[in-house]
């Protein structure tokens, strides 16, 4: 089993930047990625950002041209974070976080990014 936690959502103006966390917890020796989702009202969830336990990154064509997005990791591993820059209205969501193992996804709560002025 694997524990998954996010943090570091809220309200920010347009323009504004977030870092959000997700620690991932239990058995974490089994995760082989992790990834950053985000689903906003109405809207189906969609996939920002994952990285593999070998550092491999992956963007969503939705967010790679821009480069506002940036996914990264803590030496530990359990650990990863997404820093949002140059944020805009449409950014709105709950962004989750996905622990994929190879018996299993474990997801968070979910934390809630607004972005309005």
């Known amino acids: 089993q694997v524990q998954v936690v996010e943090s570091g959502g809220g309200l920010v103006q347009p323009g504004g930047s977030l870092r959000l966390s997700c620690v991932a917890s239990g058995s974490i020796f089994a995760i082989n990625e992790m990834g950053w989702y985000r689903q906003a009202p109405g809207k189906q969830r969609e996939l920002v950002a994952t990285?593999?336990?070998?550092?491999?990154?992956?963007?969503a064509y939705s967010v790679k041209g821009e480069g506002r997005f940036t996914i990264s990791r803590a030496n530990a591993k359990n650990t990863v974070y997404l820093q949002a820059n140059s944020l805009k209205p449409e950014d709105t969501a709950v962004y989750s976080c996905?622990?994929?193992?190879?018996?299993?996804?474990?997801w968070g709560q979910g934390t809630q990014v607004t972005v309005s002025s």
């Open positions: 996905k622990s994929s193992t190879s018996y299993g996804d474990y």
């Open positions: 990285i593999t336990s070998g550092g491999i990154i992956n963007y």
